[in-house]
C-alpha cells in the first residue's frame, strides 16, 4: 500500500541539531551494553511555511550498529543537510533520492526525512498517520526488558511492568544469561505473550544453547546472529521450533526480500532510522505483507517524536505483533513532548494532529541540550 496521496513540496531554510542527554529512569541493559543516559540528536526543520522535527536515534557509541552521535553530527553537517538545502525546493518523498549518493548514515537520514515529512504536513494540516495509512487508533504496547542483576531481579521487573498494563514482554539475552533467564520469566507468567531479543550475540556454534528456547513457547528469538549473517540465520531457522525474527539485519527494502529468499526470518522488525527512513519502512511493511509475513515495530529508546512516528508506523495493517512502542515514563521522568506517550489498557494512541501530531516542550529541550548548532546555505 503505497502513499496514496504523496505531500507537498516545502521550501527548506535551514535545519537546527541538537544533542540531548536524557537521564533514563533506571539502566538500560543489552548484550552490547548499558545505558544510563540516553544520548540522541533531534533535527528542526525550518521551512519557508513552519518547521517540522525529526530524531536520529544514534547512540553515543557504534555498539548497535556503525552509526554514532559524532559520526551522525559530522554527517548531517557537513554532506547531508547541503544537498538538502542545495535542492531548497523539493517534496519530502525525494529525500531519500536526493540523500542516495551518500553511502550508509540510514539513521541520520531517516531523522532527517522525518523532520521534512512533518514540516510539510504540519503545513497540509494532514497527519503522519493519515499520510502512511494507518488504519488504527490505538496499537498494542510491549515492553523491552534489560538483562537484570540475576533472574530474580528480571521477574520482579517484568511483574511491574504487566501491572502497569504492556500486552506483551521482551527480554534482552546474551551468552550466560539466556536459559535460566527465559525459564524464569516463563515459569512465573505461564502463558503471556514472550519473546527474547539476543542482539547479534551469538553464532552458529551456539545452536545447541538457542534450540533449548524451543520449550518455552515464545512469540520469536530476535537476531540471534550477527547482522550480516543472513546465510546463517536460514540455516539456524531450520533447526529452530521458534520463529526467528531479523532486526539488524534488515537495513533496507532490498535486505528483506534477500531475507525471505533465503528463509533466513519468518518475522520482521521493522526501525524506521535501521532502514533509512519512515517512506523505506513503509515498503518494507508492504513487502512483508505481500508475502504473508508478519512484521512489528521495534524501538530505539525515543523520545516522545519518535515514538509518535512510531506509534502511527504500527498502526498500518501488517503490523500483527505488539511493537517496542512504549510508554514515555518506561525510559524517561520527563520528555521533550508537552503529550507523552502514555498506556491505555495496554495500548498507545496513535496521534492525530497535523504532522507528527506532539508540540515540543522547548523548556525540557533546553534543559537536556548539549550541543546544537544551524545549518544553513
Not at 542483576?149 to 502497569?164: S, T
Request: glycine residues 8%.
Amino acid at each position: 500500500m503505497p502513499i496514496a496521496r504523496p505531500s507537498v513540496p516545502i521550501c527548506l531554510e535551514s535545519v537546527e541539531l541538537r544533542v540531548l542527554h536524557l537521564p533514563l529512569v533506571s539502566p538500560f541493559t543489552t548484550s552490547f551494553g548499558t545505558e544510563h543516559v540516553r544520548e540522541v540528536i533531534v533535527a528542526r526543520a525550518v521551512t519557508a511555511d513552519g518547521e517540522g522535527w525529526g530524531e536520529i536515534v544514534t547512540s553515543e557509541a557504534p555498539l548497535y550498529s556503525s552509526e554514532y552521535t559524532h559520526s551522525a553530527w559530522d554527517v548531517a553537517r557537513r554532506w547531508l543537510i547541503p544537498a538538502l538545502l542545495a535542492k531548497r525546493t523539493f517534496a519530502p518523498e525525494e529525500v531519500p533520492t536526493i540523500l542516495e549518493p551518500f553511502k550508509g548514515h540510514r539513521m541520520v537520514k531517516a531523522g532527517l526525512e522525518l523532520s521534512i515529512l512533518d514540516a510539510a504536513l504540519r503545513t497540509e494540516g494532514r497527519s503522519f498517520g493519515e499520510y502512511i495509512g494507518a488504519e488504527r487508533e490505538l496499537v498494542p504496547s510491549g515492553v523491552s526488558v534489560g538483562i537484570q542483576r540475576d533472574p530474580q531481579a528480571l521477574v520482579d521487573a517484568v511483574a511491574g511492568y504487566l501491572d502497569e498494563g504492556y500486552v506483551r514482554i521482551k527480554i534482552k539475552i546474551k551468552p550466560g544469561r539466556d536459559i535460566a533467564d527465559t525459564a524464569a520469566v516463563r515459569e512465573a507468567f505461564g502463558t503471556i505473550p514472550f519473546q527474547v531479543d539476543a542482539n547479534s550475540a551469538y553464532t552458529l556454534a551456539d545452536v545447541e544453547t538457542l534450540a533449548q528456547l524451543d520449550q518455552f513457547d515464545l512469540l520469536l528469538v530476535e537476531q540471534p546472529l550477527q547482522e550480516d549473517d543472513i546465510v546463517d540465520h536460514a540455516t539456524l531457522a531450520r533447526q529452530l521450533k521458534t520463529p526467528v525474527c531479523l532486526d539488524e539485519s534488515i537495513v533496507s527494502h532490498k535486505a528483506a526480500m534477500d531475507a525471505l529468499a533465503l528463509g533466513a526470518a519468518s518475522i520482521i522488525n521493522i526501525k524506521a532510522g535501521r532502514v533509512g527512513g519512515y517512506l523505506e519502512a513503509v515498503k518494507i511493511h508492504d513487502l512483508c505483507r505481500s508475502a504473508g509475513i508478519p512484521v512489528w515495530c521495534g524501538g530505539m529508546l525515543e523520545t516522545g517524536i519518535g515514538r509518535a512516528a512510531n506509534a502511527a508506523l504500527a498502526a498500518l495493517p501488517g503490523f500483527e505483533l505488539p511493537g517496542d512502542i512504549s510508554a514515555s515514563d518506561r525510559f524517561y521522568t520527563r520528555d521533550i513532548v508537552t503529550e507523552p506517550v502514555v498506556l491505555e489498557d495496554g495500548h498507545v494512541r496513535v496521534p492525530t494532529g497535523h504532522g507528527l501530531g506532539v508540540h515540543i516542550d522547548h523548556a525540557a529541550l533546553e534543559d537536556f541540550t548539549v550541543a546544537r548548532e544551524v545549518v544553513t546555505a
